[in-house]
């Protein structure tokens, strides 16, 4: 199965703003994605934003809600995470996502398929 390749992270300061890119299998998949997470921490992992390949309804975490913009190019192949405001509260590794299995109550999509992950860390 073909990667997903993120790249993007990075440190910035508190206010700053980050672009993660993530180039995606040239096959079609129901939705993809990023969430974050911690090494270890697999129960803290945040789904922070989602976008549907067949349309409907783009997600967001609310944290991320108004500082966070996903997109995907016209020709599918990259989907990108805009941050801006970055607050030391969004240090973590970020992961990009696709094969949604189903979502949670809150709406968030269940991935099943991530790559190896981006580190972004932001200073106060």
């Known amino acids: 199965q073909a990667e997903l390749q993120e790249s993007g992270g990075g440190s910035v300061q508190a206010g700053g703003s980050l672009t993660l890119s993530c180039v995606v299998p040239?096959?079609?998949?129901?939705?993809i994605g990023w969430f974050r997470q911690a090494p270890g921490k697999e129960r803290e992992r945040e789904v922070v934003a989602s976008i549907n390949t067949f349309g409907g309804p783009t997600y967001y975490a609310d944290s991320v809600k108004g500082r966070f913009n996903i997109s995907r190019d016209e020709d599918k192949t990259t989907v990108y995470l805009q941050m801006n405001d970055l607050k030391p509260e969004d240090t973590n590794i970020y992961y990009c996502?696709?094969?949604?299995?189903?979502?949670?109550?809150?709406?968030?999509?269940?991935?099943?398929?991530w790559g190896q992950g981006t580190q972004v860390n932001v200073s106060s």
């Open positions: 040239p096959y079609d998949t129901n939705c």
């Open positions: 996502a696709t094969k949604c299995l189903g979502r949670t109550s809150t709406g968030a999509p269940r991935f099943s398929y």
